[in-house]
């Protein structure tokens, strides 16, 4: 009934993805915030395309850069090619709520820390991060989520390989196929709860920081 | 000496601000909105790039960065981290600070901090806001202390109080500050030095009683304001008619305040258009305080006529109609009495 293998593979994709969105969203974030160059909002756009996009254009655009890159390192139709196609799809759900914490917290902060004798840094990790990390855990919450119900890209590049490819939405699409009623019950009710969790839990989470 | 030649530029504004000032006592960064006053605290402080120098005790302060300067900053809105209660707030600057000698139970005694020091930023009310960051940038041992309006946001007794506290710090922690106001009677009762601000340009600078009596300070504040800054000695006190005596430069006057502590050195404000002349001494008069006194300048202004008078080592400013100076026959150099209608005594010094 279960698809354990698909239920970790989608746990550890999306574990890997927010990961590094973190890594590569943070300094974007930052600079979104606080940049004055009038080129910002094609950035902006640029970051925010997959929330417009269907899916399976921006599945297509990354199979065949794969295609091209395919000598160097295959990624089609890998766990790896899954998770750049993930950064790709859940980047704005990290940025974004990034982006407007940083801007709600504002210069006077990062100034206050450096006439406090803290270098940029310092002050980031030391005042900025906390005052605006309703901004990460939003951010963690909808970065995880998102990857957790990404399915047409996964279909794209990724196809339906048990243990690579085959993540719990590609498992339920199966299912109903099959016309596997009872698997595919289990599963979209997992998911539906798993999502009705998160959230509500971050609905919480506002609402107490709010108060 | 504190020596700064600094420029901005942004957009349409532009800062060119030089000036020389003693590394003590307080300056006041006086002048109108968009002057620049803000622009040049915070060009002092590395949060404003700017070119030029910066030198204070052998140091280049300019060359470094805003968190290398060692230069405290108060500003306008405190700007307290909400994240940290107020003993967290003090020891984040604490952690950072420089080599120093002011101690944590000093600052937290004089700026009143006891009570509050287990406290959430959050709710603090404006004072406290004040105090508390006025604690936590003396907390950074700071080699100068940088103040924005820190006292525009609060409402008028608030003021008066924190002021005060304000008065003290050079005294208390031996250290210089730079206070940004707009508002010249914040000037006239902490003020020791002025620079006087327009178009991004310093355009007067020196002892606060000199920029007090001179002229160009007039189109900053109205004729309205005008007046003249004294600094007189306590000598006694007369409780029945609520007055005590002060000495400016062996004259008594007689002020319409008790409390002032014996041979405490006061500042005496005494607005021109409270100031009246008569060639010889007067008899007969309600005006009890009369300065012998000879005129260094006159100046001419439609009605009226400015005279400035020089009394020993002061200047005293009088405002009378161009009429009565025709009339009296006033000329520079002529010895003459001014009366003093009315003395405001602003700030006891120490």
Known sequence: MMDWPAIWLTLELSAL??????LLGVPLAWWLAFTRVRWKPLIEALVALPIVLPPTVL??????????AKDIVPLAFTFEGLVIASLFYSLPFVVQPLQQAFADVGRGPMEAAATLGASKLDAFFTVISPLAIRGYVTALVLGFAHTVGEFGVVLMVGGNIPGETRLLSISIYEAVETLDYGRAHVLSGMLLLFSFAVLSTLFLLNRRAVK | MIRFDLAVSHGSFALDARAEVPACGITAIFGPSAAGKSTLLRALAGLEAASG???MGGDDLAALCAHQRGV????????????LSVAGNLDYAAKRARAGALSREMIVEALGLAPLLARHVAGL?????????IARALCTQPRLLLMDEPVSALDLPLRAQILGLIESLPRRFGLPVFYVTHAIDEVARIADHVLLMRDGQVVLSGPVQAVFADERLDAFTGHFEAGSLLEAVVQSEDKAFGLSLVA????????????LKKHARVRLRIRARDVAIALKKPSGLSIRNVIPARIAQMREDGAHAEVFLQAGGQMIRARITRASAHELKLKPGM?????LKTIAVDRQLF
């Open chain 1, 17 to 22: 993805t927010v990961l590094i969105l973190f």
């Open chain 1, 59 to 68: 599945g297509f655009y990354l199979l065949l850069a794969f295609g091209y």
């Open chain 2, 53 to 55: 120098s910066f030198k």
């Open chain 2, 72 to 83: 405290g900053f108060v500003f306008q809105d405190a700007r307290l981290f909400s994240h």
């Open chain 2, 125 to 133: 009310s404006g004072g406290e806001r004040q105090r508390v960051a």
């Open chain 2, 248 to 259: 400016v430069d062996g004259v008594e006057l007689a002020v319409p305040v008790t409390g």
């Open chain 2, 335 to 339: 010895k003459v009495h001014a009366l």
